[in-house]
Structure formats: structure tokens, C-alpha cells
């Protein structure tokens, strides 16, 4: 009961501030916008174009339901000015916590993806394709997108733990806002790339968050491969559970060490 | 010819409901509840150059609101503001060469370097002569005494050492009108009494008019001659401090300090007790025969010390904002 | 006018002692410039691996184009962007009161306060990046095209900074929308492209973004050789009609003003 009753108390709280959390989603959509438009001048065949289209479409929604963006809160309110302690005193986990505050946010986002992408795909009459999918295929998607939510929101909170060590850690959030705007799948789909960049990022985290999942949607994979990015998504996850708890451990030592 | 003159200045402002609950935010979602509020309501007062006013008023009384009208930042709802021959909120350069408003936690220094450094762009921005910016600099970090801390970063300097430096920068084209809005928030009792004198001084040196609002009845009392209390954004007085005491308190205090007990119907006739725990007496007595009565008390009771006090400033305020 | 040359040096001077002022300054400052003037200029050799030609444009003139934009918004995050940042910040903090009482043009004022000096590696970035291409490419060049080019920029930075001047306006009336600010830094991103991407598509609301695509296509098709008439009058139309815009619209604003909420 205690769970829901802190969802519906930030999702007030995220209802509040319906302009902001419009102004972010807007936001997500430019790129993404851009990208698609630029692509439909491009000289590659009609059916890789469609495909290219419904990645763009599913990027807007995955990636405002999966991206979390907590790493600032954490960095600058929690470990900075010290509400950190606020949250050690309570009876629930730091990160299950951080967690459901999170989890209206991507709810609202989401639905503001839904919507405009229904929108966008009435007013210029795109058809969104998923390929052709076996429903095994969509079991593992839909376990691929729990796994990257899971994986892009403890990278998030691992990224803001940065902020015990350091007192400005803005030049290391847009670093990594950088490699994920490249490597994540951000600009285009990496099966674009240039095949050097793409298999360098393959092992790296990135791809893992929003390329994979939102390229599966609209079915570049097959199954095979589908559990092969699973599986990878996976390992991810573990590392990051790792470096998740060895941080909190250490951090936490700086923390009540320096007395905030 | 009066160098600020307001007539029934109002301004309103509409303010956002939001209803209680989660519903509540569902449905502020969909349609917002705006509702006007006066903040002022229908000012006139003129002050004349070289008055230093005190503006009192509770939380809200529309106060601030008034001050901002004043110097420009704020176009009013209705009603005439003339300050220096200008409508302030034209915000005509040479206006604000002469104005300055100084609020207390709001802060124009740059943060990362010397407050010097700010001077020196406002030297140019208000087109200070060199000889004048110099001596202005020099006196003003004397009268404050923050000579030293010219030099150090703001972000290092404590509260009240930004504070002196948040004056010296507001200062420093020689305004003729100085709009102070609760200048002595967050201060401790030594810079209280510090920056009292200052403005004590920079009144009596530039003859400047400076208009001041405190929650701090010390500072009024310690500056103001004249004061203008307001609420619900209306004037409720407008006079002489003294007029204030004798309007509404026409009465003294008499603290006395007893050597023997004695028996308090001694005391028939001369006054109220406020206070009588032996050896303490407090007699609250008509102003006109104060000195008459302590005389009499002197004869009558034995002795040790005696004071006469002004009713305590707070309480007539109170007095006056209870009867409006 | 002398008076304001005098402020501005001032103003130049103490930014450039705030970038040594903090290290971790400095080091986000050079990460964040660099960073993504890098970014900026590989995506688009990312995005041209496996195709040759979007539109009539080939892989070669986008190469330009790109490094076209790196120049632009170096020197639009060099003189405005950084103002423009903290002017958002200011209304969302109640703290445009002293802005206000300065004895200046305070959307002058406000638009100039913060001039970013570490931004000059991301123009430089773009000046080589363009430079580079413009050899690989063997396109011919002369004196007055550089100069001419440099106008269009002018234009095309005049037409940036009045739509971030509206838009950060806005912010007079809900304080909070600070991630507005973050909404114009990947608006600017339209401008990376040609404006073929929307005239292709002849669909009536995409010429919303057009003016923003202008911004970067004319001064690079113009060192290309192919620019139009029509384009260059569109993006002096439009800066210098935006810039207006700014200027009526600021003023209309601060009659709306409510000063903190104090």
C-alpha cells in the first residue's frame, strides 16, 4: 500500500508541473523529428526508409518511457545539499525509493509519447511497422524493455553517485550524455554506422539502454538475436548492480564522513 | 514640491488556486482557478527630499509591492506614481541613475569574483566620474567598515559583510532616493545597529530620501521620524512617529526599583500597575503628568532606581492594527 | 555606444577571470565545448556511412554544412547563449529586479552579461573543420565570399538569438519552465540541417522550422554556390523581423511583470 501511496504523492507533484514535464517531452521529440525528416531525403530503398521511420516513432515513446534523468536530482539535492540523510532515516531502500519517484515520470512521458505519435502519425500518414514478429519475439521485447529501464535507470543513479567524490560532476553527466546521444542510438539506428563505430559501441552499455530495445520493436532482429541482446542486457544489469553497490558502499563512507 | 508623490496607486495580481489533493492536481491539470488579489489598495502619500519614512506593515500588508512601484520594477493596476518628476516605471535612464532599491537576500554582486569587480562594471553602467567612484568607494567601505573586504570573493564573505557589500554597490552613483526593503533581515544585533547608523549618516550626509521597510520596530524607531503603517494594502497611519505614541499610547512607563515592600494601595490615584513583582514596580501613567507623578512617587515610596519609558513601539503598532 | 563598447570590455574582462576562477569549472566548461563540437562534427559522418546524398546535397556538402553549424553556434554560445542561460535563471530565481534598475537597455544588459570564452574551441573546431572540408572538396574561394559568409552568419546569429530572447520571455509568465533553456539548446539542432529535409516534404507545418534551417544553409550554400535569392531575403526577413519581435514582446512582458513573490 506504502508503494502506492508514494507513486500517487509524486504523481501529484508531477502533475504540478505539467508545463515542465511537457517542455521535457517536447524535447525528446526534436532530435528524434529532425533525424526522420532527414532521413526521408536519403537515397536508401522505401522499406529500409519505413524502417528507419517506425525507429524514430518507437525512439520518441521508448525512449521517453525508458531514460530516466535522475542522475542531477541525486547529485545536486540528495548528495549536495544533503537530503541524502533525509532517505537513510527512512524504513525503505535508497534505490527503491529513487525508483518510484522516477516511475511517474516515465507514466507521464510515455503517454505524452503515445499521444503524439499518434498524432504525427495521422497528420502525415506514417505507418508504423513492426516487422514480421512471432510472439516469442515480442515475450523477449517485452522483457528487453524491462531490462532496459531497469539497466538505463541504475547507470542513471550510478552516474549521480559520482557526486561524493566530486563537487561538479555537470562536465561528467554531459559526457555521458554525449556517448548516448552516439553510441545509444540517439542520431540513428548504429546498423548505420559506420560498421567500426557500430561494433565499438556494441560493447559498451549504451546500445543496450535504447538502441537495442527500440530497434527490436521495429524488427530489425531476429529471434536469435534477440536473445543474444537479452542475454547482454543482462550482463549489463550485473555489472551495474556491482558498481551500484560498491559505490553506495564507499559513497556513503565520504558522505556521512564529510558531514554532508 | 515633493520628490515622491503617490494618488490611489493599486495594484492587483491574480493568483493561482490549486485544490487540494490528488484530484486536485488531475483537475488543475485541466482548468486552472485564478483569483485577483489587491495587493495595494488605493496608496496617496507625498514625501518630501531628505525625509527618511518608515513603511510598517505585517506580511502582506503590500509593503514590498508599494516599494516596487515606486522604483519602477512594478506597473501599477491603477493610480498616479510621480518619483523625481518621472513615472518609474518608464525606467528612464536618468530616473534610475537616481533611484536605487535595496532588498535584503537579493543580490546583484557576481558571485565568483571580488565585490570590487562588480563596482567597477557598475562604475560604467551608471557613468561614474573616476574621481567620484573612487571617493565614494573609499567612504562608503569606511562608513561600513568593510575596507578589507573589497577584495575577497562574495561567495567566501559571510551575510552581513555581503550585505555592507550589496549597499556599497547600490550606492555607489549617489542615489537621491533610496527604496530600503527590510534591510536588516538575517543580520545579528551588532550589524543591526551598524547599518542603522549608516543610513542615520548617509540620510544626513547626501541628504537623500530614503524610504524603509522593517519588521524590526528598532529600526523605525531608531531612524524614522516620520512613519507609514499600512495593511491589506491601505494606509492606517501616515504622521509623525511621536503623533503615533501620542494617539494611540498617551501614556508612560514608570519602572521603579523598591528598596522596602510596600503596599500597593499606596499606589491609588497615580496610575496602573503593569508589573509589581517585589522589588519591581511598573506603572503605566498618563503622558501629560508623568513627571508630576514620578515626582510624588519619589516623595511616597522608598526608592532604589527609577525609569521613565515610551510605550513599547510594538505594542502600539499592534493597538493600531487591532483597531483597523 | 561608446559607453556600452566600454561595458562590454568590462563585462569580457571578468569572464574571463570567472573560467580560471574554479578548476571544476574550467574542466566542465572544456568537456561540455569541446565535448560536443566533436560530437556535432562526427555525427554527421555517422549518419552519411551508408548513404551518398540527402537530397541534392551529397556527403560532401553536409560535411560543410556541419561544419558550417560548429561556427555558428560556437560564436552564438561564445556572446549569447550563456547570457541568454542566466537570464532564464534569473526570472525563474525572482532576481530580475536589479536587471531592471540598471540604468542600461536591460535586454541589452540581460542578452550580454555572460560572455563564455571557452567556447572559442568549439569555433575553432568549426573554423578547421570547414576549412578542411573546403580543400577536401576543392571548392573555390575568395576574399569577399569569406566576408559575405560572415554576414549571412551575422543574420543567421541575429534570427538564433531573437528566437531564444522570445522564448525565454515566456518565462516571465511561469517562472518554472527553466527547461525551456534546455528546449532551445536542441532546437538549435534544426539548423544543422539543409532546409531540403522540409521543403521535400511540402507539409504546411514543418515550414514552422524552416527559418531555423535557413540559419545554416545559407551561408553554406552560399560558399557552395547554389544559394537563392529567395532563401537569402527569407533569413534577412526573418532575423530582423524576430529580432523586432524580441524587442516589442520584452517590453509587453515586463508591463506583466509581477516581480517576485514576495
Known amino acids: 500500500m506504502r ?21 521535457w517531452f517536447l524535447l525528446s521529440c526534436i532530435n528524434p523529428f529532425i533525424m526522420m525528416l532527414f532521413w526521408r531525403g536519403a537515397n536508401i530503398s522505401s522499406t529500409t526508409l519505413s524502417m528507419i521511420t517506425s525507429y524514430y516513432f518507437f525512439l520518441i515513446i521508448g525512449g521517453s518511457i525508458i531514460m530516466s534523468h535522475s542522475e542531477e536530482n541525486i547529485a545536486l539535492i540528495d548528495i549536495q545539499e544533503g537530503r541524502l540523510a533525509n532517505y537513510l532515516l527512512k524504513p525503505f531502500p535508497y534505490y527503491s525509493l529513487k525508483w518510484l519517484e522516477e516511475l511517474p515520470y516515465r507514466a507521464l512521458q510515455g503517454s505524452f509519447g503515445l499521444i503524439v505519435v499518434a498524432l504525427f502519425s495521422f497528420l502525415f500518414q506514417v505507418k508504423l511497422s513492426v516487422g514480421s514478429q512471432s510472439v516469442v519475439n515480442f515475450l523477449l521485447i517485452f522483457l528487453m524493455l524491462i531490462s532496459a ?66 530497434a527490436s520493436i521495429a524488427g530489425f532482429y531476429t529471434t536469435q538475436q534477440l536473445v543474444f541482446i537479452f542475454l547482454g542486457q543482462l550482463v549489463w544489469i550485473s555489472i551495474f548492480v556491482f558498481l551500484y553497490k560498491s559505490l553506495w558502499k564507499n559513497g556513503l563512507k565520504q558522505f556521512t564522513g564529510v558531514g554532508q | 514640491m515633493s520628490i515622491i508623490s503617490v494618488k490611489n496607486l493599486v495594484k492587483e495580481y491574480s493568483v493561482y488556486k ?30 518630501e527630499e531628505g525625509e527618511l519614512i518608515g513603511f510598517i ?70 557613468e561614474i566620474p573616476d574621481k567620484q567612484y573612487k571617493e565614494t568607494v573609499y567612504n562608503l567601505a569606511e562608513l561600513l567598515d568593510a575596507k578589507e573586504q573589497l577584495q575577497v570573493q562574495v561567495r567566501k564573505l559571510s551575510l552581513g559583510q555581503r550585505m555592507k557589500m550589496e549597499l556599497i554597490a547600490a550606492l555607489l552613483h ?31 550626509r547626501y541628504k537623500a530620501t530614503i524610504l524603509l521597510t522593517s519588521h524590526y520596530m528598532g529600526d523605525v524607531e531608531a531612524l524614522c521620524k516620520r512613519v507609514i503603517i499600512i495593511n491589506h494594502g491601505k494606509i492606517l497611519f501616515d504622521g509623525l512617529l511621536s503623533d503615533l505614541i501620542r494617539k494611540h499610547a498617551p501614556y508612560k512607563l514608570i519602572s521603579i526599583v523598591l528598596t522596602n515592600m510596600i503596599n500597593p494601595k499606596d499606589l491609588e490615584g497615580l496610575g496602573e500597575i503593569k508589573k509589581f513583582t517585589y522589588p519591581e514596580l511598573v506603572l503605566s501613567v498618563p503622558m501629560n503628568n508623568a513627571s508630576e507623578i514620578t515626582a510624588k ?7 532604589e532606581d527609577v525609569t521613565i519609558e515610551n510605550p513599547d513601539i510594538e505594542d502600539i503598532i499592534r493597538d493600531v492594527f487591532s483597531k483597523s | 555606444m561608446k559607453r556600452y563598447i566600454k561595458i562590454y570590455w568590462i563585462i569580457i574582462k571578468l569572464n574571463f577571470s570567472l573560467l580560471f576562477a574554479y578548476r571544476a569549472n574550467f574542466y566542465n566548461s572544456f568537456i561540455i565545448s569541446v565535448g560536443w563540437g566533436i560530437v556535432s562534427v562526427s555525427s554527421i559522418f555517422f549518419v552519411t556511412a551508408k548513404v551518398s546524398h540527402i537530397y541534392t546535397w551529397s556527403r560532401g556538402d553536409l560535411y560543410l554544412l ?58 575553432i573546431i568549426g573554423i578547421v573543420f570547414t576549412a578542411v572540408v573546403i580543400t577536401q572538396q576543392h571548392i573555390e574561394i575568395h576574399f569577399a565570399n ?117
Not at chain 1, 501511496?5 to 505539467?18: A, D, H, K, N, P
Not at chain 2, 527590510?182 to 551598524?194: S, Y
Not at chain 3, 534570427?159 to 518554472?176: A, E, H, K
Not at chain 3, 514543418?206 to 537563392?228: C, N, R, S, W
Open chain 1, 3 to 23: 508503494y502506492v501511496r508514494i507513486f500517487l504523492l509524486t504523481f501529484q507533484s508531477v502533475f504540478e508541473e505539467r508545463g515542465r514535464s511537457l517542455v
Open chain 1, 149 to 214: 529501464v531497469t539497466l538505463a535507470q541504475l547507470f542513471k543513479v550510478c552516474l549521480g553517485f559520482i557526486s561524493f567524490w566530486t563537487t561538479d560532476a555537470y562536465g561528467i553527466f554531459q559526457l555521458s550524455e554525449m556517448f548516448m546521444f552516439i553510441l545509444g542510438g540517439y542520431i540513428a539506428p548504429l546498423s548505420f554506422y559506420p560498421s567500426v563505430v557500430a561494433s565499438i559501441a556494441y560493447f559498451l552499455p549504451f546500445p543496450y539502454m535504447i538502441y537495442f530495445p527500440i
Open chain 2, 18 to 47: 490549486k485544490e487540494p489533493g490528488f484530484l486536485g492536481s488531475l483537475h488543475s491539470l485541466i482548468a486552472r482557478k485564478y483569483e485577483t488579489v489587491r495587493a495595494v489598495d488605493g496608496l496617496s502619500f507625498d514625501i
Open chain 2, 57 to 126: 506593515g505585517p506580511n502582506g500588508a503590500g509593503k514590498t509591492t508599494t516599494l516596487k512601484c515606486l522604483s519602477g520594477l512594478l506597473y501599477p493596476t491603477s493610480g498616479k506614481v510621480d518619483v523625481l518628476g518621472f513615472t518609474p516605471f518608464d525606467r528612464k535612464t536618468k530616473f534610475l541613475k537616481q533611484i536605487a532599491l535595496v532588498m535584503g537576500q537579493k543580490n546583484q554582486l557576481w558571485w565568483d569574483l571580488p565585490a570590487i569587480e562588480t563596482f567597477s562594471l557598475n562604475k560604467e553602467i551608471y
Open chain 2, 174 to 204: 549617489n542615489p537621491r532616493v533610496l527604496f530600503l526593503d527590510e534591510p536588516t533581515i538575517g543580520l545579528d544585533v551588532v550589524m543591526q545597529q551598524n547599518l542603522r547608523e549608516f543610513v542615520k549618516e548617509y540620510n544626513r
Open chain 2, 297 to 303: 512617587l519619589l516623595k511616597r515610596l522608598p526608592i
Open chain 3, 66 to 123: 556541419a561544419g558550417v553549424y560548429s561556427v555558428i553556434v560556437g560564436l552564438f554560445h561564445m556572446f549569447f547563449s550563456a547570457s541568454l542561460e542566466r537570464f532564464g535563471r534569473t526570472i525563474s530565481l525572482g532576481m530580475l529586479d536589479s536587471y531592471l534598475l540598471t540604468p542600461i537597455d536591460t535586454q541589452i544588459y540581460l542578452s550580454t552579461k555572460t560572455f563564455r570564452p571557452i567556447s572559442l574551441l568549439r569555433l
Open chain 3, 146 to 262: 569569406v566576408f559575405l559568409s560572415f554576414v549571412f552568419i551575422f543574420f543567421g546569429i541575429t534570427f538564433l538569438y531573437s528566437m531564444w530572447f522570445l522564448v525565454i520571455t515566456l518565462m516571465i509568465w511561469n517562472p518554472n519552465l527553466t527547461n525551456l533553456i534546455d528546449f532551445l539548446y536542441i532546437s538549435n539542432n534544426f539548423s544543422r540541417y539543409p532546409t531540403s529535409i522540409v521543403t521535400y516534404t511540402k507539409n504546411v507545418l514543418l515550414y514552422l522550422v524552416l527559418p531555423l534551417m535557413l540559419v545554416t544553409t545559407v551561408p553554406a550554400e552560399f560558399i557552395l554556390g547554389k544559394v537563392t535569392i529567395l532563401q537569402v531575403i527569407g533569413l534577412l526577413f526573418f532575423s530582423l523581423g524576430l529580432f523586432m519581435a524580441s524587442r516589442y514582446f520584452w517590453k509587453f512582458a515586463l508591463t506583466k511583470y509581477t516581480s517576485a513573490s514576495s
